[in-house]
């Protein structure tokens, strides 16, 4: 998979990108992600991506030109088309089952945005899906690009040490996952449960499924509809 990131601050992403599993998935040959510096792509010498909306109001609205430049510059680079996200609160709420479904693609193209927002135009010309990690207002679209890419990237074949890693988690089945346990048995007075130590495997997965419902019952009761 190639993924490319459109934004301001490429410098943002040297440090998430440069270790644990993105690191090595791209070490490994699993994905290549490439970082593209919209400000390249300006033609004053104040290298200027923004201007104030039409209308009035507050902020700073980036403008289409570098926009639409940068993005063209970046999909010739590949033959693969790429499917073209921009990150913005006004978007569908990025959840497990969109991270699988981006995780079938051989292309991902994201567009970080900042300052008041984009030009509606570069949406409307460009046919790009608009995605939100939450319910909430970043900076800018860096933060979110780094939390999909990673979700997405981790579940790439190869990407994991053991690729069951991330068929037994949260969301995988559409519970939170159950409570997990290392050594000692036991921690200041509190036990490993009986069942984990039992080797008895039915049981086990039983209890696992038992606690994951509970837990996603407590946790997050909107799941379970």
């Known amino acids: 998979m190639r993924i490319d990131i459109l934004t301001l601050f490429p410098d943002m992403f040297a440090s998430p990108l440069d270790f644990s599993i993105l690191k090595r998935a791209q070490t490994n040959g699993v994905v290549e992600i490439v970082l593209s510096n919209i400000r390249d792509f300006t033609q004053d010498s104040y290298r200027k991506v923004d201007d104030k909306p039409y209308g009035g109001g507050s902020g700073m609205v980036m403008l289409c030109k570098p926009m639409f430049d ?8 590949d033959a693969r088309k790429g499917r073209l996200i921009v990150l913005t609160p006004q978007g569908k709420k990025f959840d497990q089952q969109m991270a699988k479904e981006f995780a079938t693609e051989e292309r991902l193209i994201f567009i970080a945005g900042r300052y008041e927002g984009l030009d509606e135009r570069i949406i409307i010309g460009s046919e790009a899906e608009q995605v ?37 988690e949260s969301f995988s089945d559409g519970l939170l996952e159950y409570p997990q346990y290392t050594r000692p048995e036991v921690f200041r007075d509190m036990k490993v449960p009986d069942v984990l130590l039992s080797g008895n495997h039915a049981e086990i ?12 019952k407590k946790n997050r009761p909107d799941l379970l509809k």
């Open 70 to 77: 940068c993005l063209e510059s970046v999909q010739k680079q």
């Open 132 to 168: 939100s990690i939450g319910d909430y207002v970043l900076t800018g679209g860096e933060l979110a690009a780094m939390v999909i890419v990673d979700a997405v990237v981790r579940l790439l074949p190869g990407a994991l040490g053991d690729d069951e890693s991330s068929a037994d």
């Open 205 to 216: 997965e039983k209890w696992r499924r038992q606690q994951a419902i509970e837990r996603t």
